[in-house]
């Protein structure tokens, strides 16, 4: 079992940053991946970022390519999600989510424990 932490949302204007956190804790030793998806009120879970724990490639959406990074701490079990250049387009609940499985990185159901959400918020 894992259970995940989220932080680092809030409210922000556009073109501003925010960098979310995921802590992990539990069963750890064998994720393949972690990944960020996000959720608009009335919208789809869309994926966002992922990354390979091992060996650290990550992987993106198109749409926040470029403004967005994904990182891993393996000392810490966290994964980071660095978000520049925000747009209110990015407003959402963001959730971060372990795989330990394989699978394509932008599929939700290869992801097997998720955190509980964190809003992030884009005004303009």
């Known amino acids: 079992q894992v259970q995940l932490v989220e932080s680092g949302g809030g409210l922000v204007q556009a073109g501003g940053s925010l960098r979310l956190s995921c802590a992990a804790s539990?069963?750890?030793?064998?994720?393949?991946?972690m990944g960020w998806f996000r959720q608009a009120p009335g919208k789809e879970r869309e994926f966002v970022a992922a990354?390979?724990?091992?060996?650290?490639?990550?992987y993106y959406a198109a749409s926040v390519k470029g403004r967005f990074t994904i990182s891993r701490d393996n000392a810490k079990n966290t994964v980071y999600l660095q978000m520049n250049s925000l747009k209110p387009e990015d407003t959402a609940v963001y959730y971060c989510?372990?795989?330990?499985?394989?699978?394509?990185?932008?599929?939700?159901?290869?992801?097997?424990?998720w955190g509980q959400g964190t809003q992030v918020t884009v005004s303009s």
């Open positions: 990354i390979n724990w091992n060996i650290g490639r990550t």
């Open positions: 989510a372990d795989s330990h499985k394989s699978g394509s990185y932008d599929y939700a159901g290869r992801y097997d424990y």
């Open positions: 539990g069963r750890t030793f064998s994720r393949n991946a």
